[in-house]
């Protein structure tokens, strides 16, 4: 018989795999284009061209980090193998093709390639603060939560800053990461969903008020406890990860359905796979498999082999001992 762990990796993989996949063919549009024709389900087409329910590198980084937990615990190196073999041999895709990579991303796995040790290949600059460590850090939410550990204590931060420093070493994505752990946290502890976003953010702002140098990030995502009150004007669907992560929480605290939150997310353009895929995965972790559209699922690449995974990272992460922990 499967396992609430097992159920909630599944709907959480799903959730997020399906709101990549509704956001691809909007990437880089604006939400005035969008307007004029909303995404409303699965469709082709786009900047990359791609078919119906094909998902991007949200989910095969997402991938990534869920195998190397699964298999190895904790283990940066494991990791940022795993992102080279996605990166240019393309495992992990939806069909066998990598369409789409950020650049501090590819700036980190040519300096893995290169030598340098996993937790010295993120770039930390002002210029390097973009989404790629928050789109892919809900396995280790639900890792740390599986294993005991799903609160902001100082080794869960650890884990949490280092997964992300991998590739984006900046306070601005440390923090970012902390602030949605938090979050999918309130919500694995049973608070309903803008609450659970409301004392998320709390007490993560109240954690990092206190941590030294988070004062610059911390400053940048005050704003976000009232993040429920924003008007749709004040929100974008950029690729800033401040930015993001303010779209992702509003968009949970503003809809009352997986469909509603997926989709309004996906229109707002831009970075719009990113932003739908992040907040797709805490949608789907609170409302459930069957909240989400069974034509959805039956459209989305490689489903039963995604499910599949989940599955068997629940199974491996409940386990007395985990290789790396």
Same mark, same amino acid.
Request: charged share 25%; glycine share 12%; with cysteine.
């Given at each position: 018989m499967e396992t609430n762990h097992?159920?909630? $990796?599944?709907?959480?993989?799903?959730?997020?795999?399906?709101? !990549?996949?509704?956001?691809?063919?909007?990437?880089?549009?604006?939400?005035?284009?969008?307007?004029e024709d909303?995404?409303?389900?699965?469709?082709?087409g786009g900047a990359h061209g791609q078919e119906p329910g094909t998902w991007s590198d949200d989910t095969s980084m997402t991938l990534c980090q869920m195998v190397s937990l699964?298999?190895?615990?904790? !283990?940066?190196?494991?990791?940022?193998?795993?992102?080279?073999e996605w990166l240019?041999? #393309?495992?992990?895709? $939806?069909?066998?093709?990598?369409?789409?990579?950020?650049?501090?991303?590819?700036?980190?796995?040519?300096?893995?390639?290169?030598?340098?040790?996993?937790l010295d290949c993120g770039e930390d600059g002002e210029h390097s603060c973009g989404n790629g460590s928050l789109m892919r850090i809900l396995p280790a939410a639900l890792y740390l939560y599986f294993r005991g550990h799903g609160t902001l204590s100082r080794r869960s931060m650890r884990t949490i800053h280092d997964l992300s420093r991998v590739t984006h070493a900046h306070p601005r994505c440390l923090m970012a990461c902390g602030i949605y752990c938090a979050v999918v946290w309130e919500v694995l502890?049973?608070?309903d969903l803008k609450s659970a976003v409301r004392q998320g953010v709390q007490k993560a702002l109240d954690c990092y008020a206190e941590q030294p140098g988070f004062e610059g990030a911390c400053k940048d995502y005050a704003s976000l406890s009232s993040i429920d009150t924003w008007p749709d004007s004040e929100v974008s669907g950029r690729g800033y990860v401040v930015t993001t992560l303010q779209a992702v929480l509003w968009g949970l605290a503003t809809?009352?359905?997986?469909?509603?939150?997926?989709?309004?997310?996906?229109?707002?353009?831009? !970075?719009?796979?990113?932003?739908?895929?992040?907040?797709?995965?805490?949608?789907g972790l609170y409302y459930g498999m069957? #909240?989400?559209?069974?034509?959805?699922?039956?459209?989305?690449?490689?489903?039963?082999?995604?499910?599949?995974?989940?599955?068997?990272f629940a199974q491996m992460v409940t386990k007395k001992r985990?290789?790396?922990?």
């Open positions: 097992e159920m909630l $990796a599944k709907s959480a993989l799903i959730g997020f795999a399906v709101g !990549d996949a509704l956001g691809v063919p909007g990437e880089f549009m604006r939400p005035e284009e969008l307007a909303p995404i409303t389900g699965m469709r082709g699964s298999l190895n615990g904790v !283990d940066y190196e494991d990791l940022m193998r795993r992102f080279c240019w041999e #393309a495992k992990y895709t $939806a069909r066998g093709e990598v369409f789409d990579v950020g650049g501090t991303v590819r700036s980190a796995l040519f300096n893995y390639s290169r030598g340098k040790a996993a502890g049973g608070a809809t009352d359905s997986y469909v509603d939150c997926v989709l309004k997310l996906a229109n707002l353009g831009h !970075d719009a796979d990113t932003t739908a895929a992040i907040a797709g995965g805490v949608a069957d #909240a989400i559209p069974l034509q959805w699922r039956e459209e989305l690449a490689m489903e039963p082999e995604l499910e599949k995974l989940a599955g068997i985990v290789k790396g922990d």
